[in-house]
């Protein structure tokens, strides 16, 4: 699964030949999106897992296994 972020990158680069990997804008967004998504996760999960110290690293390996690279 592609993140917005992926998806917007590899349509601009297809359709319209822009490469946005080049600007380091791109992996500023990348990371915000990264952590959006897992603050997201975390929030959803906070009524259901009670030992908030792994919280942050089940959200990354959860973000990690569905949004993993697929380019």
Request: charged letters at 30%; aromatic letters at 10%.
């Given at each position: 699964?592609?993140?917005?972020?992926?998806?917007?990158?590899n349509?601009?680069?297809?359709?319209?030949?822009?490469?946005?990997?080049?600007?380091?804008?791109?992996?500023?967004?990348?990371?915000?999106?990264?952590?959006?998504?897992?603050?997201?996760?975390?929030?959803?999960?906070?009524?259901?897992?009670?030992?908030?110290?792994?919280?942050?690293?089940?959200?990354e390996?959860?973000y990690?296994?569905?949004?993993?690279?697929?380019?």
């Amino acid at each position: 699964m592609k993140t917005a972020i992926e998806w917007l990158v590899n349509n601009l680069k297809q359709n319209h030949g822009i490469d946005l990997t080049l600007y380091s804008e791109f992996e500023q967004a990348k990371e915000m999106e990264k952590q959006q998504i897992i603050d997201a996760y975390k929030e959803g999960c906070s009524d259901s897992i009670l030992d908030e110290s792994t919280d942050i690293i089940r959200a990354e390996q959860w973000y990690n296994e569905t949004f993993k690279s697929e380019e």
